[in-house]
């Protein structure tokens, strides 16, 4: 008979994963077992720093009171009536999370990978109804080195090899251009184009930052060529960068956000596509929907979350942190650290390949109570609830130091 598995430990609970999960994943040996704010514990009740945060869907740390209160009310009187009906949570949540972005309609979905898929059909349709893009022949620009997913739609536009190797026949209608690079944007963008789609920052990749200017140079270039700037802020947005959005450091506003992961308090997938109306306006009964979207348990925590960054106070608490962040990752530069980029409360951090990969580098925070994820080769992303103290912050980087003084 199996044992329950609260009877089980760490390394029986790994191994019993093996035979009967997917291997697409390679998470780090640590099963948690508990959390709260930016702490977990695992199995044998070891506490570790969380230092990647859901890949920023834990933004407001693990269970904030505030969202899990919303969430438990929510269960208590109304969870699931799909749209074929109206439910009283739904109008609410659109109304702030529009007014919290300064745009005007929402389409709520649930994955991020929904929400950029739920992006490129109304651009599309807005290519064909508004632009006037003879049918079937609508493309999309983006960005080499991209992250948006892993449907078949959207693996077909990325870079990545492991990401499509296998996959294929690929959604046609893309187009790659470099990142960072307007004048190759300006060569790629013509009169088929409906969209440009990229990331404010690619966070994949490896925190890469563009240039001061290229998020302004992306809202002219489609302003003025006639196409839509689609934003994705699925892991950027919802304060993780000081701001609200990314976009706001350019104070650029695009004609459609893709939101998702913090979205959901880290409770419930929740995300949405944002938009004005002229362009959201191209959606029509039938034309689009999820049995999901919209459910009013995620709408109760959606809002929730938008109270919390109504408040502004997670922004500032990232632009604040962040001066931590940065100051800590400049003393270790020489020492292990060949490079960072950092914005807000997010890093990238390229470690001296000589000293590890980036998953070994993991492996010995992991051991030393601190848990982070290497993006490529020898870098690791360090994203931390936006909750975590200024001393959680610095003791973190004092184990980065350590592991790093180790391994030299
Ligand atoms: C995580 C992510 C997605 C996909 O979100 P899922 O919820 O995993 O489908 C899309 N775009 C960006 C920028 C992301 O970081």
């Not at 839509?228 to 993780?240: C, K, N, T, Y």
């Not at 419930?268 to 459910?295: C, I, K, Q």
Request: glycine fraction near 12%.
């Amino acid at each position: 008979m199996t044992a329950p598995a609260h009877a089980r430990t760490s390394a029986d609970l790994i191994r019993a994963e093996e035979p009967v999960l997917a291997h697409n994943y390679h998470p780090l040996p640590v099963v948690v077992a508990r959390a709260e704010g930016a702490w977990v514990e695992d199995v044998e009740g070891r506490r570790y720093l969380d230092m990647l945060a859901g890949y920023s869907a834990l933004n407001f740390g693990h269970r904030h009171p505030a969202l899990i209160q919303a969430a438990h009310d929510q269960l208590d009187r109304l969870t699931l009536t799909s749209r074929a009906f109206h439910n009283d949570r739904l109008a609410e949540f659109a109304e702030r999370l529009a007014a919290l972005t300064g745009l005007d309609m929402v389409l709520p979905m649930n994955t991020g990978a929904e929400a950029v898929e739920s992006g490129i059909k109304v651009a599309r349709k807005w290519a064909y109804d508004v632009k006037g893009v003879p049918d079937g022949q609508a493309t999309i620009v983006v960005a080499a080195d991209n992250f948006h997913g892993r449907t078949t739609t959207i693996v077909s536009f990325s870079t990545d090899e492991s990401a499509r190797a296998g996959f294929g026949p690929f959604t046609p209608g893309f187009k790659i251009v470099p990142y960072n690079d307007l004048a190759a944007l300006e060569e790629a963008v013509d009169e088929t184009t409906a969209a440009v789609l990229i990331e404010p920052i690619q966070g994949e990749a490896g925190v890469i930052i563009p240039d001061a200017g290229y998020l302004t140079g992306v809202r002219e270039l489609t302003r003025r060529k006639g196409c839509l700037f689609v934003a994705d802020e699925i892991q950027s947005g919802l304060g993780r960068t000081g701001r609200t959005l990314a976009v706001e450091h350019e104070s650029v506003v695009p004609d459609v956000l893709l939101l998702g992961k913090a979205l959901g308090g880290g409770i419930v997938p929740v995300s949405a596509v944002v938009a004005r109306r002229e362009v959201m306006g191209v959606l029509g009964p039938g034309e689009h929907g999820s049995t999901f979207g919209g459910n009013p348990l995620a709408a109760a925590v959606g809002t929730a979350v938008v109270g919390l960054l109504e408040t502004g106070e997670f922004q500032r608490r990232a632009d604040e942190l962040g001066l931590v962040l940065r100051e800590g990752l400049e003393a270790l530069r020489g020492r292990g650290v060949t490079g960072f980029r950092a914005r807000g409360l997010w890093a990238g951090v390229d470690v001296d390949p000589a000293l590890g990969t980036g998953r070994e580098i993991s492996e010995r925070l992991m051991r030393e109570g601190i848990l982070v994820k290497d993006t490529h080769g020898s870098t690791i992303r360090l994203a931390p609830p936006l909750t975590v103290t200024a001393d959680e912050l610095r003791s973190a980087l004092g184990t980065l130091e350590k592991v790093l003084e180790q391994a030299g």
